[in-house]
């Protein structure tokens, strides 16, 4: 599982999910999600449950905040670290 | 003095019980009642000094603290009414507000003056601001700042002004439909008698810890912070960051023990869904009540499958009469019920009752508007006489009733049913939204031609926001642009869930844009 891996796939859930009609292209690995205004409270915690699921991960209260989701490259980041903890 | 202000409840309360805690602000500070008088007098005497007079509005543009809880008691002591500032929202509706009732001086951080003072230089003169470090940690950034001015110059003991029930507490503000905020102006009166009908009703007693998790400029921070304050209770405050934030809050709400919880239903059902309730202890919890907008049956299920023993209230009412009436959930729902609980019946201090379009009282059981009458009604709408007409019935005797908007009918058994809105407001997460003020903000954007925003029911989020533009010609913004120039113009829980980018909005056969089609886009 690669970085670039887990940012396509997260890419994918938020554009369906928080997007929908957006062109892919304007969602890079450096949007602002939190302070942008793509996720909203209730959003990123609906995010956190997917990343959970997705990728048998549990995150911490703490580890919920912007900046770990605060971008396509900090999540794939976050991931990555939790990923690496378990196994 | 009499009792009839609610500052002076507060110095009842001081006198009585100097030595309790009166408020607790987690990880940072708490304030017993001796202290929370001492802090609040010296606001008082420095305000005086500035020329602060009784009547005079003050700005209170911070997060929340204990220090922003003794800076609202000093701005009362002084006489003045409270006008409190959501230090989240963008500056530019912040000093709209500030410059709109023209505070005579305002409290806020220092993190927060550059822009305040632009945006409000570009409006007229800036008052006086009396700025904190909320960064500091060895004390309280309040008293280092009154320490500051001191040292320049010792503000005299002023006496406790008493500005009797008349006179005006505080101004919250509130969306208003022209895409300006609309300052709803409340008095001690109005405070007062709702907090003794508060205490009537539900007993609290010096033993209670009150939740405060609204913000300061929401109505719901009435009951947070006067109804504990009046029986020597603590107030538990709860922060911007960590109200919305079911993780963390679950478990702060069993460490401080709270007796008594007051939100919306919204944070209510993200505890229920990701606070993980099973592992922490509520048996302190004597009371939840929830306001600001409707409460689906499932989440209210699921939050008493977690918290079983608490008594769960309805509380409804606008921020122009805060709560006018209240319902009892029955400990156990039915479980075939689908529909929302009603509203339940008038507080005791109101009187209600519903009429139709002519203000005519309509036949037991019809539908028709709430209205509202009684101590707890608003004066009315800061400077804006053309909304104070339209918002009050005025009986020919002079008796004035305020129009809620709520279409609802009376059941004889449970009181009030809500059945929805006569005009274009809806409620986000407890917060009023008019939808024209989302419109308003997003026709600002330079590509804008056409703005229209609906709102349609959500079973998850409660309520969606749709919005739909036409644009000129030039390059398309992206939805994600969108959101973020929203994120500029309007509070956080005004940014459209939706962009649509239409050709041209769909229009009615009298030219008028065609909301109904809209709503099925």
């Known amino acids: 599982m690669t970085n670039e891996e887990i940012m396509r796939t997260v890419k994918e859930y938020i554009l369906a999910t928080f997007l929908p009609g957006e062109d892919p292209k304007a969602l890079t690995e450096s949007t602002q999600l939190i302070t942008g205004g793509v996720l909203d409270s209730l959003a990123t915690l609906e995010l956190v449950s997917f990343l959970e699921q997705k990728y048998g991960i549990e995150l911490q209260a703490h580890e919920v905040d912007a900046a770990n989701l605060g971008t396509l490259t900090s999540i794939a980041a976050l991931v990555q670290s939790k990923a690496s903890a378990r196994a | ?200 009703v539900f007993q609290p007693t010096e033993h209670d810890r009150f939740s405060s998790h609204a913000p300061l400029h929401f109505d719901l921070s009435i009951l947070d912070i006067y109804v504990p304050l009046k029986h020597g209770g603590t107030l538990v405050l709860i922060g911007e960051e960590m109200g919305k934030d079911p993780l963390n809050l679950a478990p702060l709400i069993a460490e401080k023990r709270i007796t008594v919880w007051y939100s919306t239903p919204s944070i209510l059902s993200l505890l229920a869904q990701y606070g993980k309730l099973a592992r922490h202890d509520y048996s302190a919890l004597r009371f939840v009540f929830f306001a600001g907008e409707v409460f689906p049956v499932p989440q209210l299920r699921a939050i008493k499958a977690s918290w079983p023993q608490p008594r769960y209230f309805n509380l409804y009412g606008p921020t122009e009469t805060n709560v006018c009436t209240y319902y009892e959930v029955p400990a156990q729902i039915p479980a ?139 390059v398309k913004p992206s939805i994600i642009e969108m959101k973020a120039f929203s994120m500029e113009k309007l509070p956080k829980y005004m940014v459209p869930d939706v962009f649509t980018f239409l050709e041209a909005l769909p229009r009615t056969s009298t030219d008028k844009i065609d909301y109904q089609t809209l709503k099925t886009l």
């Open chain 2, 1 to 200: 003095m009499s009792l009839e202000t609610l500052h002076a409840q507060l110095d009842a309360t001081v006198r009585r019980s100097p030595d309790r805690t009166a408020v607790d602000d987690p990880g940072r500070a708490t304030l017993s009642y001796r202290e929370l008088g001492a802090l609040s007098d010296r606001v008082r005497d420095r305000l005086v000094l500035l020329g602060v007079k009784p009547g005079d509005r003050v700005g209170l543009y911070m997060v929340k603290s204990a220090d922003a809880i003794a800076t609202i008691f000093g701005i009362l002591k002084a006489g003045a009414a409270y006008v409190p500032v959501d230090p989240t929202a963008p500056p530019a509706r912040c000093a709209y507000i500030l410059n709109n009732c023209s505070v005579r001086v305002i409290l806020t951080e220092r993190r927060l003056e550059p822009a305040l003072r632009e945006e409000i230089g570009k409006l007229g003169n800036v008052p006086p601001l009396l700025l904190l470090d909320m960064d500091a940690t060895d004390s309280l950034p309040l008293a280092l700042m009154l320490d500051r001015e001191d040292a320049a110059g010792r503000a005299p003991v002023a006496a406790t002004a008493d500005p009797g029930p008349a006179g005006l507490a505080y101004i919250l503000y509130t969306s208003g439909s022209t895409g300006k905020p609309k300052g709803v102006m409340l008095t001690h009166r109005c405070g007062v008698s709702y907090v003794d009908w508060c205490s009537a």
């Open chain 2, 336 to 474: 075939e019920r689908t529909e929302p609980f009603p509203i339940g019946k008038t507080c005791e201090h109101l009187e209600c009752k519903v009429v139709d379009l002519d203000g005519s009282t309509v036949s037991a059981g019809d539908e028709g508007e709430l209205v509202v009458k009684g101590p707890g009604v608003m004066v009315g709408y800061w400077n804006l006489a053309e909304q104070n007409a339209a918002a009050f019935l005025v009986d020919p005797d002079g008796t004035r009733w305020y129009k809620t908007g709520d279409l609802v009918v009376e059941d004889a058994k449970d009181g009030y049913i809500f059945h929805g809105r006569r005009d274009r407001m809806v409620k986000r997460r407890g917060y009023r939204v008019e939808l024209g003020e989302i419109e308003a903000g997003l026709a600002t954007h330079v590509q804008a031609k056409e703005v229209a925003v609906v709102a349609l029911p959500d079973k998850d989020a409660g309520v969606k926001i749709k919005a739909f533009l036409s644009l000129k010609d030039g």
